[in-house]
């Protein structure tokens, strides 16, 4: 079999083409492009998002939704919440329109502030923020950015009916008007990010957050609650506890995006909050499913690039939607940069423990956050082989039970040795955002 592994500038959507019965795929890995070369007898599938294209241009259909709601958006000192560097939303495109018609309605620019939602993650740095808010609103408007630890910018305001502290950040609580504006995509145990999470966790304490993610351990059980999973809200408690703490906060307005696979706005959903998310997650499903018929003996996933690939805790995403594809026993190669490294601090000292069952009892005793991102790799890892390529220590990778790779020949050569010779493969050039669902 012929390994390409070329680096060029990478592109903003997934290359595939066929020549002389071979598969050629284009699999970005941080700000490049590995390609892949593989005999198309077996390739199951190259899967991908659904080719969903905008029929007309981003601020357009910003524009257009703007103006088609019913929530009236008033003359009063107002907070933007956006998601972070984690999370591409189109920002630039509708924060400039967002702001354009908040100052029609006599909103001065002073009297708007920006807040990105980091949740727990690590802050933005200067540059990240402008990419994120594009330079000129950068320049006009405040931007703030939600710090989970810092206690004197946050408040506590009640509990949810699954017990769990609600502490918010203090600005988003005080200011009359509060908008979110972000992006609805599949998350592997909250059912589906943005919307209300992006409140909480996105502006909570971590406290609050700690306990929300909690509930993705079913106490009766041991294991990750059989809900909590992509797609699912009906019955998912960490879902359910994110929307019942919203009673304690009020959203006069979401802007939710929905993009494809090459990062455009290909719709976008303006309205009530949970009406709203709802009919985003709808078009999510549409845009982002891939059903497949039967499962690979290999699957070969690209987490879409960078920001997708940022570090590990955000790489579990694309293994999650993987394994989906994979057959018990099978084999995954994944391609990860993880140029800013695991992602949390706290993540690693869940892979001290001996075995599953140890973890699974420091998590029901004592949970912290990250604990089930592990735990879900820990159990994947005792499935399937995964092959992981990236920039982080042989170590690190090993440790949590991942054999590593530093390159994408080097990650074959590993791959090719637990598989069949007639072996069955889908390709997943972006992993992140692609969900396979067994029909």
Known sequence: MDILNVEK???????????????????RFGNRALNLNIPQNHVLGVLTPNSVRPKVSPDRLVRQHLEATTVALENKKTVIVVPDKTRNCGATVFLPILVGRLN????????????????????????????????????????????CHDADALTFVGKTKFGTPVILN??????????????????????????PKM????????????????????TRTGRIHPNCRAS?????????????????VEVNLLLETVLNERREIVDVFVGELFETHDRACKRVDEVYQTP???????????????PKDINLIQAHKTIHNA?????????????????????????????????????????????????????????KCERAKIVFVSKLQDGIVRKTGMLPARDLQEGW???????????????????????????
């Open 104 to 147: 029609h309605l006599g909103v001065s620019d002073e009297e708007i502030k920006i807040i990105l939602a980091n949740g727990s993650h690590v802050p933005n740095d200067a540059n990240e923020v402008r990419k994120i808010v594009g330079d000129g609103i950068a320049r006009r408007i405040k931007i703030l950015q939600h710090d």
């Open 9 to 27: 500038t990478v592109v903003s959507y997934c290359q595939v083409r066929v020549k002389e019965a071979v598969i050629e795929v284009s699999l």
């Open 323 to 379: 394994f989906q594809a994979v057959k018990e026993n099978g084999v995954l190669l994944v391609l990860a940069e993880c140029a800013h490294g695991i992602g949390s601090a706290t993540f690693m000292a869940w892979f001290e423990y001996a075995d599953v069952g140890e973890q699974i009892q420091a998590l029901t005793k004592n949970y912290k956050l990250n604990g089930t991102t592990a735990l879900s790799l820990r159990r």
């Open 199 to 218: 409140i909480n966790p996105g502006c909570a304490g971590y406290e609050t957050i700690t306990a929300n993610h909690a509930l993705t351990i079913d």
């Open 292 to 306: 497949i018929s039967e499962k690979a003996d290999l699957v070969v996933a690209s987490c879409g690039g960078f």
């Open 232 to 248: 699912q809200v009906q019955g998912n408690p960490v879902q359910e506890d994110i929307r019942d703490s919203m009673r304690f």
């Open 413 to 439: 050569q590993t791959v090719r040795s637990h598989l069949p010779e007639n072996f069955t493969c889908y390709l997943m050039p972006n992993g992140s955002l692609t969900l396979p669902v067994l029909i």
């Open 170 to 195: 203090r600005i988003v609580l005080e200011t009359p008007q509060v908008i979110i504006g972000g992006t609805a995509v599949h998350h592997y145990f909250a059912g589906y990010g943005g919307g």
